[in-house]
């Protein structure tokens, strides 16, 4: 089976159509998880939600889909975020609105605990450092973790002395799976924050298995024309083009 993991696509169709495009390339896939923030920041919240619905997938809730909601209180969104989050809410139709509601925090598939944020904190907590990692471990039962939120590409080993690293997880070489747990990121397919801009996903190939990332250059300059258009944030459109 073929698994591909996307996560943080944030209303940017560009990205999340640039993303199909090379996954396709790449070979079919039996399934789309998404680890939530389909929407947010974004210029295109309706048409990401509706191209998501079409694929055969799971998803779980992000903080800026459960705020677009009112499931969230915006005083804990920046200024810039908050702003997105007010005009995303203002574009969603009923079905939009629907299917949000129904996105679970916590999902288990094939050896894996998918979430958003953490296993401890799903919505809300960035996993970022090692010493969060350690502690996340304890928090999900599943050999492998799956998270996004700080759309930074990353992978923490927990090996089976209990040791907790943090390992690059780069295009260049495929995260093998094996006896040590782990909690893989994929990174950002509408606002990458590493500094690289391309969007960023995995694909989990169960066979082998092997999780891989992928790197794929959208255009950036229509995404930011659609939100200039739509008056939002001008530093959420300029940090596009710096992956950051």
Known sequence: ??????????????????VLKDIERHGEVDEFW?????VGYGPDPGQCLELLRRLRHVCVAGNHDLAAIGRLDLASFNPDAAA????????????????????????????????????RE????????????????????????????????????????????YIPFSTDIGQVLGRSRLIINP?????????????????????AGVVRLY??????????????KQN???RLSVRLAHGV
């Open 187 to 207: 990174g950002g397919v509408g606002q990458p924050r590493d500094g690289d801009p391309r969007a960023s996903y995995a694909i989990y190939d169960s066979d």
């Open 215 to 228: 790197r794929v250059a959208y255009d950036i300059n229509a995404t930011q024309l659609k939100m200039m």
């Open 34 to 38: 998404c680890l939530g923030d389909i």
């Open 84 to 119: 997105a989050i007010r005009w995303t809410a203002q574009q969603l139709d009923p079905q939009d609105v629907q299917y949000l509601e129904g996105l679970p925090s916590v999902i288990k598939r094939d050896g894996f605990t998918l979430v958003h944020g953490s296993p």
């Open 122 to 165: 799903p919505v809300w907590e960035y996993l970022v450092s090692i010493s969060s990692a350690r502690e996340n471990f304890a928090y999900f039962e599943s050999p492998f973790c799956l998270v996004g939120h700080s759309h930074v590409p990353l992978v923490f080993r927990q090996a089976e002395d209990g040791i907790c690293s």
């Open 1 to 18: 089976m073929r698994y591909a993991i996307i996560a943080d696509i944030h209303a940017n169709l560009a990205a999340f159509k640039a």
């Open 232 to 234: 939002l944030p001008v």
